[in-house]
Structures are given as C-alpha cells and as structure tokens.
C-alpha cells in the first residue's frame, strides 16, 4: 500500500510563496505518475500540476502556469509543489495523488490525506 505524505502548507499573503513536498518511498523504486490536486468547499477537484517519473514530462493547469513549479527530487523520494505569486483565489486543499500509469487517468489511485494553503493579506 501506498503512503502519501504532504507537507508545507500555511498561510501566505498575496503574492508569496510556498513549497508543498509529497513524500513516498515508492517515488525512487519505480514509475509513478505523481499530481498535485487542490479543492475548494463547493466546487470540484482541480488537477493542478502532474509530473511523469519515468521522463519528468509535466502538466500545468492554465490557472497556475508560471507561477507554479513541480519537481521531483528521486533522491529524497518527495515530489515537491513551488508555488510562487501566490493569489487569493489559491486558497484550497491541496492534496498529493499518485498512479502507476499516467498523469490522466480519470481517477488517480493512491492519496494523501490534504495540507491547507490560505493565501489572505
């Protein structure tokens, strides 16, 4: 079975940054395709940046593209979420997500539990 572990959230005024990490041991054993996801009270879930272990091919959601940065550190077994220029409409929880296959598979197989990220001046 396998453990999603994130870190990193908190609070950020407008404009500021944070670094979410996801970590599995898994990650440095094998391919996985591993996603940040984020969710708003309401509304749905938002696939907002996915990486390929295999060729670190990665995916952007328009709405964070150039602000948001992913990385896979093998290393360290953690895939890690830069977010820059932070916004107030970034408010959500973030959730790290992982699959054997691709970054599009309608329903990712393995979670984590969800770390908050408030962005509020």
């Known amino acids: 079975q396998v453990q999603l572990v994130e870190s990193g959230g908190g609070l950020v005024q407008p404009g500021g940054s944070l670094r979410l990490s996801c970590s599995a041991s898994?990650?440095?054993?094998?391919?996985?395709?591993i996603a940040w996801f984020r969710q708003v009270p309401g509304k749905e879930r938002e696939r907002v940046s996915c990486?390929?272990?295999?060729?670190?091919?990665?995916y952007y959601a328009d709405s964070v593209k150039g602000r948001f940065t992913i990385s896979n550190t093998n290393a360290r077994g953690t895939v890690d979420l830069q977010m820059d220029s932070l916004r107030l409409e970034d408010t959500a929880v973030y959730f790290c997500?992982?699959?054997?296959?691709?970054?599009?598979?309608?329903?990712?197989?393995?979670w984590g539990k969800g770390v908050t990220v408030t962005v509020s001046s």
């Open positions: 990486i390929h272990s295999h060729d670190g091919s990665t």
């Open positions: 898994v990650f440095s054993a094998g391919y996985y395709a």
């Open positions: 997500a992982a699959d054997r296959s691709s970054c599009f598979v309608p329903k990712m197989q393995y």
